[in-house]
C-alpha cells in the first residue's frame, strides 16, 4: 500500500510554489520504484536552474544534490519496503491552511508545514503549533514531526524578532533571488526529514514521541509545590545532561504560577533567585549542566546569607571518570570540596538505584535550614524515567510560629522596653529585610515612641522615605559604610566626635551588624555606641552587640508595639532632635555646580529632586536596583525610595550584580523600574539588554511598566581612585580606567515595548520627566560623569570637609 506524505504550503508568491513543486517532483523521482537503471537527473536541470539563477555555481550545486538526493532516497526506499509518495497542499492563507478546505476523502499524512511571511514586515506568535494541531493524523496520538518539518519564510527586517521568537526547532529563510539555491535548500530540508522521520531508524525513534517526566524533576517540583506553593521560579541554563530535565520541569509546572526563567549565563541565575527571595519571598530551584559550580561565583555565599532556601541540580560526571569532560570530579579535583568550603550541603546521586533516598535527604537538608542546598547528578540519574513515581517522603513543613520565650530572652526583652519608654537619649533603628506587615508595625512604633529609621546600602528600601505616597517624618536615610547621609552624620555625631552611649541607642533590626552597617570602626561601636541587636540566629549577634535579643522580630515588634508607653519627656527630647536634623539639607552648595560633565553629586541632587515630584504629584512607584560603584552609591543616598530594592551591595558585594538581576526584577515587578549601573560593573558582566528587551516583551504586563537602565559613565573605577585620591593622592591609571562601548542613540520596537536609548551629558529635566514616566517603554541611557571624589557619604574624611561645614 502507497504511503502518501503532505507538505503543506503556505504562500501566495508563484515563485515559492513554483520551487516546492519543483522539489516534490525531485522527491516522488527519488521514490519512484527502482527500474534497475540507477538514479536518473532530468538533462535540462543544470541547464533550467542556470536560467534561474543567472549563473551557474548555484545550478551546479542543485543538480549535485539532485543525484545525491535521488541515490540516498532510492536506497533507503530499498530497505523501507513500502511505496512512497508525497503530496504538495497549497493553500493561500494560514486561516485557510487551518481549516483544511482542500480535502475530499482521504488525507495524506502532513509532516512538512512552509509558511510564507516574507510580505509582512510585523512578528506575530509561532504559526506551527496550531498547524500542527490542525494536521494531526488520524492514525498518530501525535504528529510525525522533526527538526525538519517547519519551515517559515520572512522579510530581512523581521528576521531578528522572529529568531527571538520561534525558539531553535523551526527553519527561517529570507527568500533569494537565486531560485536554484532556495531550490537546493527546499530539497536539502525535505530529505533531511525523510532520513530523520523515516529512514535512519535511530534518529526516527525520537520523532512523534512525548518526553517522559523524568523522576528528580517530579519529585523536586512535588517537594518545592508541598513547601512553597507556588511561590518559586524555575532557573535554568542549558546543556545536553540537563535538557530533558529541563524540558520536564517547564512541563511540570505549566499553567501554574511558577515560572520558568532562563539568564546570560550560571552566575544570573543565581542573582536572580537572590532578588526573587529578597524582593518577593520565592524559594528557587536552578539547574545547571556539568562543570558549572564555579560560575555561580559569590553569589551563592549570598544566597546563603540571605537564608535564601532552593535547590541547584547539577549534571556531573561519576567520580571514578577518567579526567571528564566539563566534570569537576576525577582523580584531582572534587566539585564538593568546593561546595562544602562554602559551608553549604550537597548530595550526590551517583546511580539511578540511590534517587530516591538521595532525594529525601536533600529535601530534608532543605527544611532543616534555609540555605542552597546541591544536587549533583549523573546523566542516568538526571534522565531516569520510571514507570512508576517514586513518591520520595517529603520533610514536614517546617512550622513558623513565634515559639516561646527564655528567662534569659524575657529580660532582654524587658531591658529593652525600658530603653524605648524611658532612656533621655535619642535612639535609631536601622532595619534589615521586613516583610510589609513588619516594616508597617515599624512606621508605626516610629511615630509613636520618637526613633529614627534608617536602611542601609545591603538593604535599600527595608523603611524609606515615603510610606503609601506620604513623607515619613522618622526617616533620616542610609546609615551603612558608603553612601550615609548629612543627616545621619549630625545624628550620631556632635563636632565630628560620636556621641557617647549615655546620649544614644542604635537598634539594629534583622542584621549582623557586618562591617558594611555602619561607617563607624569596630571599636567605636564597642567603646562609644550602646549597641542593640534583635536577630533570632544566636550565631549572628555581634561581638559588640550590648543587649542581644535572639528572637524573631515579629515577637519583638509585636511586644514593643503592645507594651508601648514613652515618657512624655523622653518623647520630646527625641521629636527635637529629629526635627533639628531634618532641617540639615543633603546637598551642600559645592553639589549645586553644574558642570560639562556633570558630577554624580550634581546628576543625582537633579535626578532626587524630579523622582521627589514625581512621588508627590503623580503617585510615582518603583523598584531601586544599585550596582556596585560610586554611582550606585550616590542614587542610593539621592534617590529617594518608594519600596525595597536590590542592592548589588548585599553580602559579597559583587560588581555587576545589579545589571544581572536586572531582568528578573523588571519582567517579575508589577511597577516602574529605576537600575543604577557603572560604567565598571557594565564591563564586568554579559550584555544583557536584548534579553531584557525580549523578556519584557514576552511580559504580559510589560505594556504598563516603565524600565529605566542608567549607565553611569565616567572611565573608571571610582571607588579605587577615591581610595587613592584620600590615602595617597595618586592617579590609579590603568588600573582604574574603565572602557565603554560606544551608546547607541536609537528607538527601536520589540512586541508592544519601545526600546529608547540615548546619551545625556546635561540635566534635561523634560527629557528624563517623559522618559520615566512613558508606560511600555525601555529606556537604556548613558549619563555622562565626572569622576569625583566628595561627599555622597564615600568616608567619614569627606564630612569633615570644609565645604560640607
Not at 513623607?471 to 545624628?491: A, E, K
Amino acid at each position: 500500500m502507497m504511503e502518501a506524505l503532505g507538505i503543506c504550503l503556505v504562500t501566495r508568491s508563484p515563485e515559492l510554489l513554483d520551487d516546492v513543486s519543483f522539489v516534490v517532483q525531485q522527491l516522488n523521482h527519488g521514490l519512484a520504484p527502482l527500474s534497475g537503471e540507477g538514479p536518473t537527473v532530468p538533462a535540462d536541470a543544470g541547464k533550467s536552474c542556470c536560467m534561474i539563477d543567472g549563473g551557474a555555481h548555484s545550478g551546479r550545486v542543485l543538480e549535485a544534490l539532485m543525484s545525491q538526493a535521488e541515490c540516498y532516497l532510492q536506497g533507503s526506499l530499498a530497505a523501507w519496503q513500502q511505496p512512497m509518495e508525497i503530496e504538495l497542499l497549497h493553500f493561500c492563507t494560514l486561516e485557510d491552511a487551518q481549516a483544511q478546505q482542500v480535502f475530499h476523502g482521504r488525507r495524506p499524512r502532513v509532516e512538512i508545514f512552509i509558511i510564507d511571511a516574507s510580505h509582512h514586515d510585523e512578528v506575530g506568535e509561532d504559526p506551527f503549533d496550531a498547524l500542527f494541531t490542525a494536521y494531526r493524523h488520524e492514525s498518530d496520538a501525535t504528529p510525525r514531526l522533526s527538526p525538519h518539518s517547519a519551515l517559515l519564510y520572512c522579510s530581512r527586517q523581521a528576521l531578528p524578532e522572529w529568531v527571538a521568537r520561534t525558539g531553535g526547532n523551526r527553519h527561517l529563510r529570507v527568500p533569494l533571488q537565486d531560485r536554484a539555491a532556495s531550490r537546493a535548500d527546499l530539497l536539502r530540508i525535505a530529505v533531511d526529514h525523510l532520513e530523520h522521520a523515516h529512514f535512519n531508524r535511530m534518529l526516527a525513534r525520537s520523532v512523534g514521541q512525548t518526553l517522559p517526566p523524568v523522576s528528580i524533576a517530579s519529585e523536586v517540583a512535588r517537594f518545592m509545590f508541598d513547601q512553597w506553593q507556588e511561590n518559586w521560579d524555575f532557573h535554568s541554563y542549558t546543556g545536553s545532561m540537563v535538557a530533558g530535565l529541563i524540558q520536564s520541569m517547564q512541563q511540570r509546572v505549566k499553567n501554574t504560577g511558577v515560572r520558568c526563567l532562563h539568564g546570560c549565563n550560571e552566575h544570573s541565575l543565581a542573582v536572580s533567585a537572590l532578588a526573587g527571595w529578597q524582593l518577593y519571598d520565592r524559594a528557587y530551584v536552578i539547574t545547571v549542566t556539568s562543570g558549572m559550580l564555579d560560575e555561580f561565583r559569590g553569589t551563592l555565599a549570598n544566597l546563603k546569607r540571605a537564608r535564601a532556601p532552593g535547590l541547584i541540580i547539577c549534571a556531573d560526571s561519576p567520580d571514578d571518570t577518567w579526567f571528564a569532560f566539563q566534570g569537576t570530579m576525577d582523580s584531582e579535583n572534587d566539585g564538593r570540596q568546593v561546595i562544602a568550603a562554602r559551608r553549604l550541603r550537597c548530595v550526590f546521586i551517583l546511580k539511578v538505584g540511590e534517587i530516591t533516598a538521595k532525594l529525601a535527604e536533600a529535601f530534608s537538608l532543605l527544611a532543616e535550614r534555609p540555605e542552597p542546598v546541591f544536587i549533583l547528578a549523573t546523566q542516568a540519574v538526571l534522565e531516569s524515567c520510571p514507570r512508576q513515581s517514586l513518591d520520595v517522603s517529603l520533610p514536614p513543613r517546617a512550622e513558623r510560629g513565634l515559639g516561646t520565650l527564655s528567662d534569659a530572652q524575657r529580660a532582654a526583652l524587658a531591658e529593652a522596653m525600658l530603653m524605648i519608654n524611658q532612656a533621655p537619649q535619642q535612639m535609631l533603628w536601622q532595619c534589615g529585610k521586613l516583610s510589609d506587615a513588619q516594616r508597617e508595625q515599624v512606621y508605626a512604633i516610629a511615630e509613636a515612641a520618637g526613633i529614627a529609621l534608617t536602611d542601609t546600602i545591603t538593604q535599600p528600601g527595608s523603611v524609606g522615605p515615603y510610606r503609601r505616597g506620604r513623607l515619613v517624618p522618622n526617616y533620616l536615610g542610609s546609615l551603612s559604610l558608603y553612601g550615609f547621609g548629612r543627616r545621619i552624620y549630625r545624628f550620631l555625631h556632635k563636632n565630628h566626635e560620636v556621641l557617647g552611649p549615655d546620649e544614644q541607642c542604635l537598634f539594629f533590626l534583622k542584621s549582623k551588624v557586618d562591617q558594611a552597617a555602619t561607617p563607624l570602626s569596630e571599636g567605636k561601636l564597642k567603646r562609644q555606641v550602646r549597641v542593640v541587636q534583635v536577630n533570632h540566629e544566636p550565631r549572628h549577634l555581634s561581638p559588640f552587640t550590648d543587649l542581644a535579643l535572639d528572637m524573631p522580630l515579629d515577637l519583638f515588634l509585636g511586644h514593643v508595639q503592645a507594651n508601648l508607653a514613652v515618657d512624655p519627656a523622653v518623647l520630646a527630647l527625641r521629636r527635637a532632635k529629629l526635627a533639628s536634623v531634618r532641617e540639615i539639607p543633603e546637598a551642600v552648595p559645592v553639589d549645586h555646580i553644574a558642570t560639562l560633565p556633570m558630577t554624580a553629586n550634581y546628576f543625582f541632587l537633579r535626578l532626587g529632586r524630579l523622582v521627589r515630584e514625581l512621588i508627590e504629584c503623580h503617585d510615582y512607584r518603583y523598584t531601586g536596583i544599585y550596582d556596585v560603584g560610586r554611582c550606585g552609591i550616590s542614587a542610593l543616598r539621592n534617590v529617594p525610595r518608594t519600596g525595597p530594592g536590590f542592592s548589588g551591595w548585599y553580602g559579597r558585594a559583587l560588581m555587576g550584580d545589579g545589571l544581572m538581576a536586572l531582568p528578573y526584577i523588571a519582567t517579575t515587578t508589577e511597577g516602574n523600574v529605576l537600575a543604577f549601573i557603572g560604567d565598571g560593573a557594565r564591563a564586568l558582566v554579559p550584555d544583557i539588554e536584548t534579553r531584557l528587551a525580549a523578556s519584557l516583551a514576552q511580559d504580559p504586563r510589560g505594556a504598563t511598566k516603565n524600565v529605566t537602565l542608567f549607565y553611569l559613565t565616567n572611565g573608571v573605577l571610582s571607588m579605587i581612585q577615591t581610595y587613592l585620591d584620600k590615602r595617597y593622592a595618586h592617579n590609579g591609571a590603568h588600573q582604574v580606567a574603565v572602557t565603554a562601548p560606544a551608546a547607541g542613540l536609537a528607538m527601536e520596537r520589540s512586541g508592544a515595548i519601545s526600546v529608547n536609548r540615548s546619551r545625556v551629558v546635561q540635566f534635561d529635566p523634560d527629557f528624563l520627566r517623559n522618559a520615566l514616566t512613558a508606560p511600555g517603554q525601555l529606556n537604556i541611557i548613558d549619563v555622562a560623569l565626572a569622576h569625583n571624589s566628595d561627599g555622597d557619604g564615600l568616608s567619614l574624611v569627606s564630612e569633615t570637609a570644609w565645604n560640607r561645614q
